[in-house]
């Protein structure tokens, strides 16, 4: 992708990629918001978005053992993809997969020279899971 050629390769600890040009001088500049909310939760959204702040549901503070569904249109192969990276950022927050279920499209299954075209859901369920 010629965006990857031309921005820096470094992400913060949530996933966030920095947005200067590769092997630029002085600190990082990351992808996102730097507004906060009252408890100090950053807005999830690029610099300088149009609207309100959005916080990111996995920074929130949760109790041990509560559950959060995330789903990925697609085709397999790319919708587990994202579920992957995905993964690797929750984790950082102590979100852990308990339950990973690919269900593909009725239409896709009876149409099987178009199936390219129709798609599935994967649907994977975390739990919040702090480390003790």
Do not use: N
Not at 25 to 37: I, M, S
Not at 103 to 110: I, N
Request: with cysteine; glycine share 8%.
């Amino acid at each position: 992708m010629l965006v990857d050629m031309v921005r820096c390769h470094e992400a913060d600890p949530e996933g966030y990629r920095c947005v200067l040009v590769p092997q630029h001088e002085g600190p990082h500049k990351w992808g996102r918001c730097l507004a906060t909310d009252a408890e100090g939760y950053r807005c999830i959204l690029p610099p300088s978005h149009p609207g309100g702040h959005e916080l990111a549901w996995f920074a929130r503070p949760t109790d041990i053992g509560d559950t959060h569904t995330m789903r990925y249109a697609g085709r397999y192969e790319r919708a587990s993809d994202q579920a992957r990276k995905d993964m690797d950022m929750l984790a950082t927050h102590q979100w852990f997969p308990v339950s990973r279920d690919y269900v593909p499209s009725a239409l896709g299954a009876r149409l099987r020279p178009l199936a390219f075209l129709f798609a599935g859901k994967l649907v994977v369920v975390y739990e919040y899971r702090p480390r003790t």
